[in-house]
């Protein structure tokens, strides 16, 4: 009989044992595989530096508050860093989106109220000596500093699963005149009508139509109002939903092709009128511009790569087309079993002319 091992105080015999190790390989690969499929909801966002700096911690950010909106915006994840180079430091934010225009309704929402433009981006903003930008399905914060242009391009090639699909144009026709500043905010559903424009109800809004709107106060006066300018699918769906929208209490409505603009009350009528008269609606297509990053040799290049295949396709259709031509006159000419001798020459004999 074997004797009994002891492992921990604990009396096993060989056959426990190897039973036990058995158990014990088992549970590891099972703790790897849990740790395996979480990886992907901790990975990273933020790169190990940003030259001259150094990232030195790195922690997820927990969304808790207004959870619903976040959910709606298509949140995914949101990474807090912070970098450390010759006795400087500052501090980074990332929130991760599903798409470009998730990221984009987030950051109206997150940018500060006092926020300034600036010309590094075009949905980038600065305040407090911060900056906050939307960047594809990205919104990205620096904590009282302005990165440089190369830091951008070095943190824009490095985001992990980047998304850049066109944003809204639609949105572009929001108009500016007496805007306030940071006053927009994107609407994607029940949950931020509820949160930005609580008055207006889910069901007169037809969300289930695809529905999306672009918020705003507007300010002539002293006297401020909001503006709802929600875009639909089609004119049709538009035209229906502007006679709903006119039973709204005290709201002017005006429709301009599939988009319907409201005036919520209370507002000045003149003034809202002035705001209404500046919604135009006109069709547009849009695409990414592959061309915009491309330096004068490249253009060049693929001219004369354009050139070439011009030359080369004329040239196989000239083959082509000689082929064809005798091809047809050999079947021709075997079909009517004259072969080459039925053909006629003419001659002019000019020598004594």
């Not at 969304?63 to 994840?77: C, I, K, L, N, S």
């Not at 809004?205 to 401020?224: I, M, N, P, S, Y």
């Not at 050999?330 to 001659?347: E, H, K, P, Q, T």
Request: with cysteine; glycine share 8%; hydrophobic share 45%.
């Amino acid at each position: 009989m074997r004797p009994p091992l002891r492992s921990g105080g604990i009396l096993l015999r060989r056959d426990d044992s190897a039973c036990w190790g058995r158990r014990r390989r088992a549970g590891l690969r099972v703790s790897a595989c849990l740790l395996l499929a979480l990886a992907p909801a901790w990975a990273a966002i933020w790169p190990d530096q940003i030259p001259p700096f150094f990232r030195t911690s790195a922690a997820p950010v927990e969304v808790t508050a207004d959870r619903a909106v976040w959910d709606e915006y298509g949140f995914d994840q949101a990474e807090r860093a912070v970098y450390e180079a010759g006795g400087k430091r500052y501090a980074t934010t990332a929130w991760r989106f599903r798409d470009a225009t998730g990221a984009m309704a987030a950051w109206q929402w997150l940018r500060p109220p006092d926020a300034k433009p600036v010309e590094v981006v075009s949905l980038g903003v600065a305040a407090q000596g911060g900056f906050w930008m939307a960047y594809g399905n990205y919104v990205l914060a620096w904590e009282e500093r302005m990165p440089t242009e190369p830091e951008l391009r070095f943190v824009f090639d490095r985001l992990p699963r980047l998304e850049q699909s066109p944003r809204p144009a639609w949105a572009d026709g929001f108009p500016s005149r007496a805007r306030v500043a940071n006053s927009e905010r994107y609407i994607l559903g029940p949950a931020s009508l509820e949160k930005f424009e609580p008055r207006v109800a889910p069901s007169l809004v037809a969300f289930h139509f695809g529905t999306e709107a672009q918020l705003g106060r507007f300010a002539f006066d002293g006297k401020d109002f909001a503006l709802l300018l929600l875009n639909y699918p089609t004119p049709a769906i538009a035209r229906d939903r502007q006679a709903e929208f006119t039973k709204f209490p005290g709201a002017l409505v005006k429709r301009a092709g599939p988009m319907v603009a409201v005036v919520l009350p209370p507002a000045d009528a003149n003034a809202a009128e002035i705001v209404l008269a500046s919604i135009r609606y006109q069709a547009s297509v849009t695409g990414s511009d592959t061309t915009a990053n491309k330096t004068d040799l490249q253009k060049f290049g693929e001219f004369i790569l354009n050139v070439f295949m011009f030359i080369g396709i004329l040239i196989l259709f000239s083959a082509l087309s000689g082929g064809a031509v005798v091809g047809i006159r050999r079947l021709f000419n075997r079909s009517s079993g004259s072969g080459n001798a039925g053909d006629s020459m003419i001659v002019l004999d000019l020598r004594d002319k």
